[in-house]
C-alpha cells in the first residue's frame, strides 16, 4: 500500500517549453502532496506544498509563476515547469500523506528533467 | 539556516560492522524524526520513525536514538550490508505543521563488502 507514482521517469526538452510531470497516489488519498527538487550531492529541497482543491504554497525563493502546481484530485498533483531553461534541470520528487497520519509522506520515484 | 544538520556527508564502514549516522537539529519545536533511504535517481523509501516522547526505537537491524536535550538523533544499522550503501536523509517535523518534514543534507554511507 502507500505507493505514489511519477510520470514521466525522465524528460528531455528543449529551451522556452514547458513540462508538465504527475505525481499520482496510487491507493490512498491525498490530501495534501509535496514537490521537492533536489540537485546533485545535494539535500532535498521542498518547493511547494499543495492541499487538494486549492492553492499550493510556495517556499520562498520559489517561482510560483514558473513552477506551477495543481492538485485537482485526491489523487493527482501536476507540476508545470514553464518556459523552462538549462538551470531547470533536476530532479523533481513528489510525495503525499495520507489524511489523519500526520507525519508522514510517501515518495514518488522522482523525475529528471533535462533541458537543452 | 539549516534547521536539521548531517554534518558528515559520507561514511564507509566494513559489512558486518555497525554503521551509525548521525543527526542534529536546533529547533525545537520538532516532535517527529524520520530517517529515509535513497537511491540514485530514485525517490527516497522510508525506514524508521521516532516521536520525541521515546528515546529509541528498533526495527530489525535498524535502531534510532533520540536525545532531546542534545538535540541529536542518530541511525544505527547492524550488521550493515552491502545494499545498505545509499544515501540517508534524516527528516523532522513539528506537529503543528501538519506533515511537513525539513530534511537534513544526507549522508552516503558505502559498506564495503
Known amino acids: 500500500g502507500a505507493v505514489v507514482s511519477q510520470h514521466p521517469s525522465r524528460v528531455i526538452c528543449k529551451s522556452g517549453t514547458s513540462v508538465k510531470i504527475e505525481c499520482r497516489s496510487l491507493d490512498f488519498q491525498a490530501t495534501t502532496m509535496f514537490w521537492y527538487r533536489q540537485f546533485p550531492k545535494q539535500s532535498l529541497m521542498l518547493m511547494a506544498t499543495s492541499n487538494e482543491g486549492s492553492k499550493a504554497t510556495y517556499e520562498q525563493g520559489v517561482e510560483k509563476d514558473k513552477f506551477l502546481i495543481n492538485h485537482a484530485s485526491l489523487t493527482l498533483s501536476t507540476l508545470t515547469v514553464t518556459s523552462a531553461h538549462p538551470e531547470d534541470s533536476s530532479f523533481y520528487i513528489c510525495?503525499?500523506?495520507?489524511?489523519?497520519?500526520?507525519?508522514?509522506?510517501?515518495f514518488g520515484p522522482g523525475t529528471r528533467l533535462t533541458v537543452l | 539556516d539549516q534547521q536539521v544538520k548531517q554534518n558528515s556527508p559520507s561514511l564507509s564502514v566494513q559489512e558486518g560492522r555497525i554503521s551509525i549516522l548521525n543527526c542534529d537539529y536546533t529547533?525545537?519545536?520538532?516532535?517527529?524524526f524520520l530517517w529515509y533511504k535513497k537511491y540514485p535517481a530514485e525517490g527516497p523509501t522510508f525506514l524508521i520513525s521516532?516521536?520525541?516522547?521515546?528515546d529509541k526505537n528498533e526495527d530489525g537491524r535498524f535502531t534510532v536514538f533520540l536525545n532531546k536535550s542534545a538535540k541529536h538523533l542518530s541511525l544505527h544499522i547492524v550488521p550493515s550490508q552491502p545494499g545498505d550503501s545509499a544515501v540517508y536523509f534524516c527528516?523532522?517535523?513539528?506537529?503543528?505543521?501538519?506533515?511537513?518534514?525539513?530534511f537534513g543534507g544526507g549522508t552516503r554511507l558505502m559498506v564495503k563488502p
Open positions: 521516532i516521536s520525541s516522547i521515546k
Open positions: 510525495s503525499a500523506s495520507i489524511a489523519g497520519q500526520l507525519n508522514e509522506q510517501f
Open positions: 527528516a523532522a517535523s513539528k506537529g503543528s505543521a501538519g506533515n511537513m518534514l525539513t
Open positions: 529547533n525545537s519545536m520538532f516532535d517527529y
